[in-house]
């Protein structure tokens, strides 16, 4: 069975500083992993994705993530964090080995304060 | 370019009634998915369809029924309302298995 783990429910971050938003996962196969953002009374919107090739994945408004196999993880980064950056993030992960389902993390709000 | 529309916005319904939460896509996706969303807590996925007459159970199907008549349109009916399917509901859509969903604005629905 594949899961995802969000260990911090809340990340609090000065307006500038570098923000890191986490996530470990399992599956059996290989992960697809992907990075989501949900503003207030809002449906999910795409950041970014890992399928295969480069570790470090560059998604949208200057968000990056890391895949580390060896750790199972996949943490989203951002070198100066904005107040607009405020919002609930969910990391979610596809097996290869099982079919169509994703999973999604229980969410972390971020809260970036000026 | 409308992406995914769900309607409605919001509904109150007494325990026992029924509904349909309609969700429709333009993008010709093939894959189309349904999630609720409680408090606090990450999305779950109700049911799912990989094309046109296609569907199958996701992790908590129980209470709902899904149809995939056309590759737009993929409705969600919950029989029999019952106030733990309170909820906020997601519909979702993909191109292919791997990549990523675009979803729709949700439909916050509560049982009383």
Not at chain 2, 87 to 106: K, W
Request: net charge positive.
């Amino acid at each position: 069975a594949q899961s995802v783990a969000q260990p911090e429910d809340q990340v609090n971050v000065a307006e500038g500083n570098p923000l890191t938003v986490k996530c470990t996962y399992s599956v059996s196969g290989n992960p697809y992993l992907f990075w989501y953002v949900q503003y207030p009374n809002r449906g999910l919107q795409f950041l970014l994705k890992y399928i295969t090739g480069d570790n470090l994945v560059k998604g949208s408004y200057g968000f990056e993530a890391e895949f580390n196999k060896s750790q199972t993880s996949f943490h989203l980064k951002k070198p100066s964090a904005l107040v607009s950056d405020s919002a609930l993030y969910f990391c979610a992960v596809r097996d290869d080995n099982a079919g169509n389902m994703l999973t999604f993390g229980g969410g972390t709000r971020l809260m970036v304060k000026p | 370019n409308a992406g995914v529309t769900q309607t409605p916005k919001f509904r109150i319904l007494k325990i026992g009634q029924s509904m349909t939460l309609q969700c429709t896509q333009d993008m010709n996706h093939n894959y189309m998915y349904w999630y609720r969303q409680d408090p606090g807590m990450g999305l779950k996925l109700i049911y799912y369809s990989v094309g046109a007459g296609i569907t199958d159970k996701g992790e908590v199907p129980n209470g709902y029924n899904v149809s995939r008549s056309t590759t737009e349109d993929f409705p969600l009916r919950l029989e029999l309302a019952a106030p733990s399917q309170t909820s906020v509901y997601f519909c979702a859509s993909s191109g292919t298995r791997l990549y990523e969903q675009y979803f729709g604005p949700g439909t916050r629905l509560t049982v009383t």
